[in-house]
């Protein structure tokens, strides 16, 4: 079955730097999510899109941004990037906004400021 | 605000022995808790999904309960194998969020 794809899997920038982190969820899912892992952390909830709106909003810097797009995958912008941003970032997608409904979880792209 | 707790951190059996890893939330209104397990620099998969109006779910040799009114949750792995070590980590989708809160983990080894 298709899962959860992210691109890069990883990536290595400069502080100051800009990444874009890519996020195509299963087909047919309306709903993406962020999460940033940062090491020996439990994953962080960013920010979600539901029908390409935002619909929740975690803990995620300004310098960051994200958008659903009309083929439902999401891009995460990052810019300024500091050392702390070094994680594991996930996307996650699901099936309706309702809240009753599975998160499936991709491989994740590792990224190291240095 | 939410805050989900896994106790122990670290746990190690004998392979073929049963086990049960703890969960608890100190928020009870949830829409449902999703137990996940990540290997080593690996993503998550996720394991089970209880609905907040479920009592347990069961897949496999896994077995999850939800009681609610206490904030709690375990996860019964039946006959533990080598290949279940791993990390396992509980989250909960809170009423009115899209997000979910993630316990800290369990890190399992089974000994062979």
């Known amino acids: 079955a298709a899962g959860v794809i992210q691109s890069p899997r990883h990536l290595i920038k400069e502080k100051r730097e800009t990444a874009t982190l890519k996020c195509y969820p299963i087909p047919r899912h309306d709903t993406v999510y962020w999460y940033q892992q940062g090491p020996g952390q439990d994953p962080q909830f960013l920010i979600s899109?539901?029908?390409?709106?935002?619909?929740d909003k975690g803990s995620i810097p300004d310098r960051f941004s994200a958008q659903q797009f009309s083929d439902y995958h999401s891009e995460l912008n990052m810019s300024s990037l500091e050392l702390g941003d070094s994680a594991l970032y996930f996307c996650?997608?699901?099936f309706g906004g309702g809240g009753e409904e599975t998160q499936y979880f991709g491989p994740g792209t590792r990224l190291l400021v240095l | 605000k939410q805050e989900v707790t896994q106790i122990p951190a670290a746990l190690s059996v004998p392979e073929g022995e049963n086990l049960v890893l703890n969960c608890s939330f100190t928020d009870s209104a949830i829409y449902n808790l999703q137990w996940f397990r990540q290997d080593p620099g690996k993503g998550l998969t996720s394991l089970l999904l209880i609905q907040s109006s479920q009592r347990e779910q069961t897949s496999g040799r896994l077995n999850a309960s939800l009681d609610k009114s206490s904030g709690r949750s375990t996860l019964y792995i039946a006959a533990s194998q080598p290949g279940d070590s791993a990390t396992y980590l509980c989250a909960v989708k809170a009423a009115g969020n899209e997000k979910l809160t993630f316990g800290t983990g369990t890190r399992l080894t089974i000994i062979p």
């Open positions: 899109f539901y029908e390409k709106m935002q619909s």
């Open positions: 996650a997608s699901s």
